[in-house]
């Protein structure tokens, strides 16, 4: 009987290393592809995928980074598939960057809709602290759902006092800045002492009041003065109406106003999910979206942003 010797298949590992060499570069291929399907597509999937992209690419990264490093040190010399792997794996590291510094959400402001128009939430004079498009003017940009917020403070304002007595937005009214329907209304949460960051990640909202507008988007009024909230779940408001008075609960440094508009029910999802959406002013003596910002002149934050007041309409 003949022996068939059947020689077994091995493994080149010259085309092994050419396989490894050019998976980060579909790594970051991929990583691209995602990025702008993210920022097409919109909502909660994109918000998803832009939050992971932060995490899994740079973890992948890393992995490859290290072990093409262990190749190139163990040859003593890499070859120039190694060093494009390298340089690839540098790259695909770097969106964890955004963990830690803010980089503006890719929300574009003329491809969103539909955009709200509203009053100003208060009738006193709101010096603009946070607001616009951009990350040096408004430091909400990075987030999805406050993509275009605001923060408004009333003088006098950024004394470093732990009093809330000594800042000028403390208790004042705050308005339904449109007709709507209020879908969450939230009291009782503590003021935070001002002066310093709260870093309240609990609630950082504080107390609170979503209205839904007929456009079935929503507004958010936040870090209400605690006892304030004058309307519940369920009411019907109208433009004008008093909802609460400003306070300092939640995340914050001191008291202010905060506002923003967003597509998705901030009920259903928390702070950082929402796909925001564009918001501007009328009736008053500004810009319809204006811009915020500060600067430090010697030791003292001087804001770069408006003061704007509401006026009545005829």
């Not at 890499?78 to 494009?84: K, L, M, N, S």
């Not at 507004?219 to 408001?237: E, K, M, N, R, Y």
Request: aromatic content about 10%; overall charge negative; glycine content about 10%.
């Amino acid at each position: 009987m003949t022996n068939n010797n059947i020689p077994l298949t091995q493994s080149d590992p010259k085309k092994a290393n050419r396989f490894w060499c050019w998976i980060p570069v579909l790594l970051l291929s991929l990583m691209l592809l995602v990025s702008a399907w993210a920022v097409l597509f919109k909502g909660l999937t994109g918000e998803f995928v832009w939050y992971g992209l932060q995490i899994i690419g740079p973890i992948i990264g890393l992995i490859f980074l290290i072990v093409t490093l262990i190749k190139i040190i163990r040859h003593r010399k890499g070859t120039p598939r190694q060093w494009i792997a390298l340089a690839v794996s540098v790259l695909a590291i770097l969106p964890i960057v955004n963990l830690f510094t803010p980089v503006r959400y890719p929300y574009f402001l003329s491809l969103s809709k539909p955009a709200a128009t509203v009053r100003l939430p208060a009738d006193a004079p709101l010096q603009v602290i946070w607001g616009g498009d951009k990350l040096k003017n408004n430091n909400h940009v990075f987030s999805p759902d406050q993509r275009w917020a605001y923060d408004f403070l009333v003088e006098p304002y950024f004394s470093g006092s732990a009093n809330l007595n000594d800042y000028g937005c403390y208790g004042v009214p705050v308005m339904a800045p449109i007709d709507g329907m209020v879908t969450f209304a939230h009291d009782n949460e503590p003021d935070e002492i001002p002066g310093v960051i709260s870093n309240n990640v609990t609630n950082p909202k504080g107390n609170y009041v979503v209205i839904k507008m007929e456009s079935d988007t929503y507004l958010v009024i936040a870090h209400l003065q605690p006892g304030s909230v004058a309307v519940q779940t369920g009411d019907a408001v109208t433009e004008g109406q008093v909802i609460g008075a400003c306070g300092n609960s939640g995340n914050t440094s001191e008291p202010h106003i905060h506002i923003h508009h967003q597509r998705i029910d901030p009920e259903v999802w928390g702070v950082g999910y929402g796909e925001g959406l564009p918001l501007y002013f009328r009736d008053h003596d500004g810009p319809p979206m204006p811009e915020g910002g500060y600067e430090i002149i010697g030791n003292k934050a001087v804001p770069l942003g408006p003061v704007v007041s509401h006026v009545l309409s005829n």
